[in-house]
């Protein structure tokens, strides 16, 4: 269902704001209307930026922290900032080192057809007056060229293609083909160049999986920005009255917390009234469900949250998809995969991710008792009978 609201108007002498907005950050129940055009502060979208990266940095840890068969345990004695800045700076190596692996590996494909020679020694041929170029050309062509007047030796041929040298003194050849410029390394120097690269990557994932066990201290770290973004946006957001001298503030409340946020207001000399929501007001939309329609409430939100005036669906929606869910598999097999998979990601995943283990889990479930009634099991019947043969089980 979708929680009642009121609107909260709130006016507040100047003098007691850094007082007041620091109480109102420790109540946490106020949805505050913005000044969207104070709130694009650079001080305001520095702290959102900051915000996430620790999201952004956290999330890839955690998908690593994935990788380890045994999780290491939180550590709180390190530096946040440093922490951060460390992983960005492993990143961008690791990033660098993957682009040369990838351009080495280009430049091997390129010298593949030429075989592993030294590319040193055609320079020390070049220095004493002969020259070594590289050529490919279709079997037609290099047919064709006048070995007479031009000294070439062919060296491999691929798909239809003819890799040849030609070796010249004092002079240049005239030949019809297309010539290749290849890299200044040979395949045993790059092999070893690439071997030496991912044995650095090797050490920073090392080192990334010790970092795993900061992820606390940095999801610490963003709380508190986040905290400060949020106390900065309220900030922003209080227009001013009468000369600057009291401050206007608005936001929402759900109806069942304003008798605690009334008795929040009077503790502070402020002058304060709740009330409905007017026709056509852009009112906040909060649900509250029962524990089981909860889960499927990020389903509901894919599609789109109901309006503040419109009947929320999920409470309804919920039982339905779960037998729907489970008649589109249809198969025992597929169901208890997916539970084993909840099963086991359940003993890795944070605890944010535990809601869409259990709906995936009541999904699984829904599957599997979806198979045994329509008799499969990976394909296979689970019950033989007349006409139904290679079952698991007959009667």
């Given amino acids: ?23 109102l950050r420790s109540l946490g129940v106020v949805h505050i209307v913005e000044n969207q055009e104070k709130c694009e502060t650079p001080e305001i979208q520095s702290m959102l930026s900051a ?24 550590r709180a004695d390190g530096d946040a900032e440093s922490i951060l800045e460390r992983f960005e700076e492993l990143e961008a190596r690791k990033e660098k080192y993957q682009q040369e692996i990838s351009a080495y590996k280009k430049d091997a494909q390129i010298l593949e057809p030429w075989g592993n020679f030294d590319p040193q020694s055609v320079k020390r041929l070049l220095s004493r007056g002969i ?44 030949i019809v083909a297309e010539e290749v410029r290849l890299p200044d390394m040979s395949i045993n120097d790059i092999e070893g160049r ?60 759900p109806d069942d917390k304003v008798d605690n946020v009334k008795a929040f207001f009077e503790t502070h000399p402020v002058y304060f009234s709740f009330r409905d929501p007017l026709p056509n007001e852009d009112v906040p939309v909060k649900l509250k469900n029962s524990k089981f329609s909860r889960l499927f409430e990020p389903i509901t939100g894919i599609y789109s949250l109901p309006d503040y005036s419109e009947l929320d669906i999920t409470p309804f929606m919920a039982p339905f ?72 089980f007959s009667y």
């Fill in 1 to 23: 269902m979708v929680v009642k609201m009121k609107k909260m108007e709130l006016l507040l002498f100047y003098k007691e704001r850094e007082r007041f907005l620091d109480s």
């Fill in 51 to 74: 915000v996430r990266r620790c999201e952004r940095i956290t999330g890839k840890l955690n998908r690593i922290a994935g990788e380890i068969e045994t999780g290491l345990p939180q």
């Fill in 131 to 174: 020259g070594i170029r590289f050529f490919i050309a279709s079997i037609k062509q290099y047919e064709a060229i006048n070995q007479s007047e031009n000294i070439i030796q062919e060296i491999n041929r691929q798909n239809g293609q003819v890799y040849f040298i030609a070796i010249e003194k004092d002079q240049s050849s005239s």
């Fill in 194 to 253: 690439i071997k030496e690269l991912m044995h650095r990557i090797d050490e920073i994932d090392t080192e990334l999986k010790q970092m795993t066990a900061y992820t606390g201290l940095i999801e610490k770290k963003r709380l508190e920005i986040l905290n400060r973004y949020n106390y900065a946006r309220t900030n922003e957001s209080m227009a001013e009255e009468v000369s600057g001298r009291l401050l206007h503030l608005s936001g929402w409340v």
């Fill in 321 to 392: 998809f779960t037998i729907f869910f489970g008649l589109c598999l249809g198969d025992a097999g597929y169901g208890g995969l997916l539970l084993l998979g909840c099963l086991i990601a359940g003993k890795k995943l944070p605890a944010k991710m535990k809601p869409v283990l259990s709906l995936m889990t009541i999904l699984s479930i829904s599957t599997i008792i979806s198979g045994i009634l329509l008799n499969s099991f990976f394909g296979q019947a689970i019950f033989g009978g007349p006409g139904v043969n290679n079952a698991f």
